[in-house]
T-cell receptor
Framework: GAVVSQHPSWVICKSGTSVKIECRSL??????MFWYRQFPKQSLMLMAT?????????EQGVEKDKFLINHASLTLSTLTVTSAHPEDSSFYIC??????????FGSGTRLTVV | RKEVEQDPGPFNVPEGATVAFNCTYS??????FFWYRQDCRKEPKLLMS???SGNEDGRFTAQLNRASQYISLLIRDSKLSDSATYLC???????????FGGGTRLMVKP
């Protein structure tokens, strides 16, 4: 079946630094990738939708200059949290959709900003 | 009003019990519906799709009522391993986007 690899699984960084999270579709071409964020005891909230080769579409309230998304190829999308602050600490999950492949989630990245 | 609403629970049930979760959605144009299961600190995993005619997969039965914009999940003969958060998920058909409910937490006790 379809597999999406996301890494790192967890990361601790200092406040003010940037963190890059990668999401790769291993055995299919992901025409669309979604980035979600989940705070403790809350549901997944869509942050942005990215299509290969075009700019990401951000949900209301998500700062595009803070959460940089790049979807340069059909198998890779990256999310960079710039100038991270403690309130950015969360569980970030990507999901990929491809032709003949439904939603496949990455395993998530737990970000802790100290 | 949230687009997809669920009772957050937790539902504490003994092993072997039957438990039902409900979900309502606000967008009448929604096209496809799913139940996902999420374990603590893990990604959601698809449990089953939900069809208008209702569908069953082993101990799990899902129902959809489009007129009432209501989705349900029934779990029979609960196992300890069923303990998780169950997410009601709706695809409105706009750009393949999924909207997640807040999840219902289930705890099955021995």
């Amino acid at each position: 079946g379809a597999v999406v690899s996301q890494h790192p699984s967890w990361v601790i960084c200092k406040s003010g630094t940037s963190v890059k999270i990668e999401c790769r579709s291993l055995d299919f071409q992901a025409t669309t990738m979604f980035w979600y964020r989940q705070f403790p005891k809350q549901s997944l909230m869509l942050m942005a939708t990215s299509n290969e080769g075009s700019k990401a579409t951000y949900e209301q309230g998500v700062e595009k200059d803070k959460f940089l998304i790049n979807h340069a190829s059909l198998t890779l999308s990256t999310l960079t949290v710039t100038s991270a602050h403690p309130e950015d600490s969360s569980f970030y999950i990507c999901s990929a959709v491809g032709d003949n492949y439904g939603y496949t989630f990455g395993s998530g990245t737990r970000l802790t900003v100290v | 009003r949230k687009e997809v609403e669920q009772d957050p629970g937790p539902f504490n049930v003994p092993e072997g019990a039957t438990v039902a979760f409900n979900c309502t959605y606000s967008n009448s144009a929604s096209q496809s519906f799913f139940w996902y299961r999420q374990d603590c600190r893990k990604e959601p995993k698809l449990l089953m799709s939900v069809y208008s005619s209702g569908n069953e997969d082993g101990r799990f039965t899902a129902q959809l009522n489009r007129a009432s914009q209501y989705i349900s999940l029934l779990i029979r003969d609960s196992k300890l391993s069923d303990s998780a958060t169950y997410l009601c998920v709706v695809n409105t058909g706009t750009g393949n986007m999924l909207t997640f409910g807040g999840g219902t937490r289930l705890m099955v006790k021995p």
